[in-house]
């Protein structure tokens, strides 16, 4: 079993930044693949952003420039660095591990990108 704990979510104003982490339990994470997903009132829940275990990136277009995904494999914890916030950006973020073949999810943490 896999727990996925998020922090970090707020509201911000359009242009601020945030970073969004998770901790992860488990004695592997450095095996585990990561990612950040989102979903906006009323719309699917869509992937923003993933990391391999080698570290290899990938990141949804609308994002692109603007969000980073890391990982600490000594802390146990994935990042999204979030910046040049826009208000489509609203929504609960979402960590993912896809971790001992099976799915994990994070409770969500709301960002809020509002003036």
């Known amino acids: 079993q896999v727990q996925l704990v998020e922090s970090g979510g707020g509201l911000v104003q359009p242009g601020g930044s945030l970073r969004l982490s998770c901790a992860a339990s488990?004695?592997?994470?450095?095996?585990?693949?990561m990612a950040w997903y989102r979903q906006a009132p009323g719309k699917q829940r869509e992937l923003v952003a993933d990391?391999?275990?080698?570290?290899?990136?990938d990141y949804a277009d609308s994002v692109k420039g603007r969000f980073t995904i890391s990982r600490d494999n000594a802390e146990n914890t994935v990042y999204l660095q979030m910046n040049t916030l826009k208000p489509e950006d609203t929504a609960v973020y979402y960590c993912y591990a896809g971790a001992l073949g099976r799915a994990y999810w994070g409770q969500g943490t709301q960002v809020t990108v509002s003036s």
């Open positions: 990391i391999t275990s080698g570290g290899s990136t």
């Open positions: 488990g004695s592997i994470f450095s095996g585990y693949f």
